[in-house]
Nanobody, 121 residues
């Protein structure tokens, strides 16, 4: 069983930047993604990256402001977030899947516990 641990969340002002990190307990060749859950709302996909790191996908709401990347040798997933907005405030989760569509919540088998991102106006 793969354990995922997120870090890097925090509080920033509108327009600020954060870099989230997700470290896996073991090497696992799967598609990885970041999801987020704003207060009182459902969990939504932010971005995904293929197992080989070649293909990335982004939600329309973050396109151009957020970059997903991974270092397979370090078993680490990253999310660079720039020009953050108050609507980006949410708990951010990383997850890993072994098939399925990148945007489908139920495709992801393992999840981290989340890291909180708060953006003030």
């Amino acid at each position: 069983q793969v354990q995922l641990v997120e870090s890097g969340g925090g509080s920033v002002q509108n327009g600020g930047s954060l870099r989230l990190t997700c470290t896996a307990s073991m090497y696992s060749y799967g598609m990885m993604a970041w999801f987020r859950q704003p207060p009182g709302k459902e969990r939504e996909v932010v971005a995904s990256i293929s197992a080989d790191g070649v293909e990335t996908n982004y939600a329309d709401s973050v396109e151009g402001r957020i970059t997903i990347s991974r270092d397979t040798m370090k078993r680490t997933l990253y999310l660079q977030m720039d020009d953050l907005k108050p609507e980006d405030t949410a708990m951010y989760y990383c997850a890993i899947a072994y098939g399925g569509r990148w945007s489908e919540y139920y495709a992801y088998r393992y999840w981290g516990q989340g890291t909180q991102v708060t953006v003030s106006s």
